[in-house]
């Protein structure tokens, strides 16, 4: 089992050190909401740390994985929208089970029909005639529902429940998305895999965006229940402002930070609790025998194991993970936003988490998300100072000059890079590498 070193505690402490200094040096805030972020940022890390690190399933498409969850969060906090499923909800249910009625139809068909022209024809007409079918309930039940107030409403909301039960179904709804492209695409070779899970990955990205009657499309969902107080209740309770007064604080920032705190907590409760998970089963026989699955396939296949199998079932776990986070990021922010879920933001980042902190420790998986993250909100301003103070002695409207501060912005991608080729050349199996 992977343990951590003196040197692994060390490397924490000084991840944990950079996010104290932003805190005391420049602002509670911004540093507390790196934590928060960063926090998301090592459970996204795990999942995907799970499914490369334990099998070495090459997954490209974590981005999609991550919009499901916050779209659990939508469909189980927002309130309903009783107008919109008057005017076409149960319509809209009816059509999506006719569309699920005929694929498990043509499906049956196609085992039980002899192979020929014959079984041919009755496939075209059977998913013919049930997409004729499909449509004719489904669109005119989408167009009342999204006819409600699109200015701000025009979907169907959710269940208006508490939001942190959105978590596990964020989860439930990745692992279903991932046991279905699983079954499909489980069984490619590994850059196939890669190029079916970014295809599905752009797929659901689209539907959140174009799917209004769902998510509000590109209108975005604002406005989701929170799991913690909001700041101007702090600020209007008496009791607040007195034990904030009394402690020599300013009640308008120590409500932020009290906020940002209990986040924290929340966060941090998850990310122990499926660290320990995650532990507890690397170490176990099934952790063993992953792994031996992950080094030798044939050989492990020899000896009797269902490779395909073990690969589906930590496929789903590793994306349940990633869309348990993306539920607890859209919490995070308040709204789903469709267009803001990009391949750079939530996968590139991420293996990049993965590979600097060491694939195959769930320890170096946590370390690289928080490093990672703190370096990606940094870096920028960081360069606009730096890029700042090497221009400070030239004259302005110099080229130079201005092209030296207009290429500021791209501090980020170039850092990222950077870290990346150290890392790879100095230390190739991560900073906390696999034992």
Not at 101 to 129: F, H, N
Not at 212 to 220: A, E, Q
Not at 225 to 243: C, G, H, M, W
Request: proline share 4%; with cysteine; glycine share 12%.
């Amino acid at each position: 089992m992977n343990t951590l070193t003196p040197r692994d505690i060390l490397l924490f402490l000084m991840v944990f050190g950079l996010i104290l200094a932003t805190g005391m040096f420049q602002s509670w805030n911004v540093a507390l909401g790196i934590l928060n972020m960063g926090l998301i940022s090592a459970i996204l890390a795990l999942g995907v740390n799970m499914q490369w690190g334990y099998a070495g399933l090459f997954n490209i498409g974590v981005m999609g994985f991550v919009a499901l969850g916050g779209l659990g969060a939508v469909l189980v906090s927002m309130p309903p929208v009783n107008e919109a499923w008057a005017a076409g909800g149960l319509r809209v249910i009816a059509g999506i089970l006719i569309g699920i009625a005929t694929i498990i139809i043509a499906i049956k068909a196609w085992a039980k029909l002899p192979p020929g022209k014959t079984r041919a024809l009755a496939m075209i007409a059977l998913l013919v005639i049930g997409f004729m079918i499909f449509r004719r309930v489904f669109d005119p039940a989408v167009a009342a529902i999204e006819a409600i107030n699109p200015a701000s409403t025009g979907y169907l909301g959710g269940l208006g429940l508490p939001v942190v039960l959105s978590w596990p179904v964020g989860a439930a709804l990745a692992a279903g998305a991932a046991w279905i492209v699983g079954k499909t695409a489980l069984g490619l070779r590994s850059d196939y895999l890669a190029i079916a899970t970014l295809g599905i990955a752009e797929i659901i990205i689209a539907i959140l965006k174009n799917e209004d009657w769902l998510s509000r499309g590109v209108k975005n969902v604002i406005g989701i229940p929170r799991p913690v107080p909001y700041e101007i209740d702090l600020q209007n309770s008496a009791s607040f402002i007195d034990r904030m007064n009394g402690w020599g604080f300013d009640p308008v920032t120590a409500s932020s930070i009290t906020v940002k705190l209990a986040y924290t907590g929340l966060f941090l409760t998850v990310l122990v609790i499926l660290l320990w998970l995650a532990q507890s089963a690397l170490s176990s026989p099934w952790g063993r025998m992953m792994r031996a699955i992950r080094d030798n396939e044939v050989a492990a296949e020899a000896m009797g194991k269902d490779v395909t199998a073990r690969h589906l079932q930590i496929f789903v776990l590793g994306s349940a993970v990633c869309g348990l986070a993306g539920a607890m990021m859209t919490t995070l922010d308040g709204q789903l936003t469709p267009t803001s879920y990009q391949p750079l933001r939530f996968t590139f980042l991420v293996w990049v988490m993965v590979i600097v902190g060491g694939s195959g420790n769930n320890f170096g998986a946590v370390l690289g998300g928080f490093l990672i993250w703190y370096l990606w909100v940094m870096v920028e301003p960081l360069g606009q100072f730096l890029i700042g103070g090497i221009t400070a002695g030239m004259a302005d409207g110099y080229w130079l000059k201005d092209h030296l501060i207009e290429s500021a912005a791209h501090m980020r991608l170039l850092t990222m890079g950077i870290i990346l080729l150290l890392v790879l050349r100095f230390s190739p199996r991560g900073l906390i590498p696999e034992r």
